[in-house]
C-alpha cells in the first residue's frame, strides 16, 4: 500500500526508501529568524515559507516530500534590529549544500527549496547549481522565493495595486499572510507606514543597493502596513497554496535532460 506521509520527519527510513523509490520530488522550506517590524513575530519569514510548503504539499502528498525546514539565514542588513540571527554566507553555503547532497544520496533526483526570506536567495541559487554539479546532473535542484508564483503575484496586485510589483518587508503582504493564520501574534496597532521612497531607484531602474536597514527603515517596516487585513491575507495564502501546489506537480513531472560530454 502507498504511504501517505509526505512530511519526511515523521517517516521511518523503510518509509522514506519507499517514497524515493515512488520517484516524489524533495521540497525543502527555507528562511530566517529576522526582524520583521513591532507587529510581526521573528519567525514570520520562515513560519510562512513552512506553511505554504505543507499546505501544497498536502495537496499532492504522493508526488513530494517535504524535508524539515532550514530555519537560519543570511541577513547581516538587519542585525540593528534585536532578534535577527544571521549565519555567514559560506557557512550557509556549505550547510544547505551538505542537506541537499545528503538527500542525493539518498536517491533524491529533484530538490526544490520553498525561500521565504529575500536575501536568502543568492545564497541558496548558489547551493541549487552546486548541488547539480557536486552530483554530475544526477540530482537536479532549484530555488524559488514563495512570493513568485503567478498565483500569488497577480493576487498581490489585485489586493495592493498601489505596491507596483513590490513585496515590500514587514508590510501589507506579509502582516496580511500572517494575521489570516495566527491573529493572535499580530500586534498591528503597534505597526506604522513606511512606504519606500526612491532610493531604490535610478530614474525608473531597480538599483540594488543593499543598504544596512536601518538606515532607511525606522521600525523594520518597509511598505504600507495600515491595508494589511486577515481576509487579504486568506485570499493571498489560498493563490499562494494553489500556485505552489502547480508548482510541485511542474516539477514533478519535468523531463530534465541528461548531459553529454564531448571531449
Ligand atoms: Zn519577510
Redesign the pocket.
Known sequence: MAIAKYLMAEMTWPELREVVGEGRIAVMPAGII?Q?GPQLPLN??IFLAEQITNLAAALHPDKVVVVPPIVHGHSPHHMDFPGTLTVDPQHMINYVLDVCLSLSHHGFRKILIVN???SNAPVLDLVARQTIIRTGGKTTCASIFYMNSVEFEGKTAELFPEMAGRFG??AQV?TSVYIGLRPELVQIDKAHDDPPTDLMLLGTAKLPLRLIWSSFSKEGIYGTVSNASPEKGQKLLAAAVEGWGKVFVQFYEKQIPGRVDHH
Open positions: 529576522e520583521h514570520t519569514d521565504g526570506h529575500g518587508h514587514a506579509e
